[in-house]
């Protein structure tokens, strides 16, 4: 192998993702063995993908955010600089008006100038004896303007659910002329259409349903609250690996129970199987389905559980996740020997927290990402940022969430 | 046209006459061929057991146990030919990551001092700047390059696929990413010479 294959081809990345042949990987082994250079791009390679999958989640929450607020900045300035324009030229007009009024300018005669126009002119009124920017100024109207009323594209009914920012309703950003607004599902700039987008890049379902609506004075704490409340879903894997970056590295049953992923009800086991193929697939709603069927059959499994849990949650539904979460936890603590906890709590508490903020009981999904947060795991770190983070908008938005204490 | 020295053959070249002179060390045993070898070979195994595990913690167990292995066997003669050295350890380390996916308990069985081949502080200390390289670079691209990163080298999009998720062009999308991979990966080489 040479090396400039391996720039061409883009070896690095085929071998990183996987997407060699055995024969062509073991090669390209040997190869990085032997060759220094080639074995610093496969590193770099390897560890940009590392960071990059660590911070995943935020990279696609926040590109989606700013991209939406990009286009919707340039067609509020836009707008706002034909209305500008629109009436600076009115403006303009009226300081003319007035001026050639004070002058004894004749005045360009029109019915509707004669109320304005108070020259006693009587001088014929031709092209040539108007003013030269001022031809025809009386008669303009925003009637005539092209500025009509707010052209934004439909993007479906008005919010009921979502972030009730400074509790007013949801407005267009566009200025209208005429004073009326047209619905557009914006949330102070952030259209709710950012879900959908955000659905789309991660392939995942919308996860806000929200069952009662916090009021949130910020656009900042909204938006955090919007990251915070969004759910990747853990990765599964039958080989039982997972990456190690990433929340979801502890998730896979067998490194979260530390035994063998074995069932004493084997009936069970082909649906949670199944279920899983499903899952892996991102058909969260045949997995749902499965996962529902594994769980008549096995009530008390913590697998089951909280995969039919997270499937719920990335279903849109985090009322309905609540109840399997919890009988994690509840099945957890009963096996619990002494200080000995399960690694499928932490992870409950965690996606409970998000089920939590997804609902607005932020108050509970506190609770929830402390319990997270003091439990030993791969999600510590991440479930001790998300509490700091949660708190600083409970802090700063005190008042106004329900589900904090009143000042 | 004036043809590219060959500059990247004559170091493989060396580097296989420096592996026979290696094995040949190892085999009389001298300690401080070992060392050498571990500490030529230690990145690279462990780049091979991160790709195939994708877990950089059982990577790092892996990779202890490959060049122990590697040792016992360079000591004890096992190499047939000392040419082929490279293809002697990427063999070896492809079969015990595979044993190591197929059973998920890795239990060395060892006789020689662990220790003497852990990662040491320096090594550690060099892979923190890399990662901190990294993330320095990374802080400093655009979030459309950040993206385009992200579906292409994670999420395993072809261009067309990262082109059209982005509302970008095929072209546009090739360049953006060739170029910010270049920076880091020119970066990377930089550091790790200095």
Known sequence: MLCQELHRDELAEKYLNGQLDPAAQDEFEVHILECVQCLRQVEAVQNLRQELDERAHQTRAYSQVEHSRFHWKWVTIATFSLVICGLGAIELGRMKSSKSAGTHVPAPASAASSASSSTSSSAPLTADNREVNGRNYINFTLNDSHVTRDKAPSTGSSPSTGLNLKGQRARSNLVNVDGADATDNSVNGIRSSVERHVTAANQQPPVLERTHTPEIGSDEAAKELFRLGTVQAPPYTFSGFASSSGHGASLDPGALSGKPRRSPNSQARPFFRDAMDAYVDKRYADATDLLEQAAKAEPNAADVNFYLGVCRLLRAKPTDSIAPLQAVLVNVNANAKGNDTSPWAQAAHFYLAKADIQIGDLADAEAQLQSAATLTGRLSAEARSELTRLQAVRASEKPRIPGSPNP | ?194
């Open chain 2, 1 to 194: 046209m004036q043809e590219e020295p060959p500059v990247a053959s004559a170091t493989m070249s060396e580097a296989n006459a420096a592996a026979v002179v290696l094995a040949q060390r190892i085999l009389a045993g001298d300690r401080s061929a070992e060392d050498e070898l571990v500490s030529t070979y230690r990145r690279g195994v462990f780049v091979i057991a991160v790709a195939r595990t994708r877990d950089r913690d059982a990577a790092l167990d892996l990779t202890q146990e490959i060049l122990i292995a590697i040792l016992k066997a360079l000591r004890s003669g096992q190499l047939r030919e000392s040419t082929k050295l490279a293809a002697f350890i990427q063999g070896t380390a492809r079969n015990l990551i595979n044993n190591y996916l197929r059973t998920k308990a890795h239990h060395a069985e060892v006789e020689l001092d662990d220790e003497a081949y852990s990662a040491d502080a320096v090594e550690e200390l060099e892979s923190l700047e890399r990662r901190r390289l990294v993330q320095r670079e990374l802080e400093s691209f655009s979030i459309t390059d950040r993206q385009i990163l992200l579906l292409s080298l994670v999420d395993g999009h072809s261009l067309a696929e990262v082109a059209q998720r982005l509302n970008l062009s095929h072209e546009a999308v090739r360049a953006r990413k060739s170029r910010a991979v270049r920076k880091i990966t020119k970066k990377f080489a930089r550091m790790s010479q200095t």
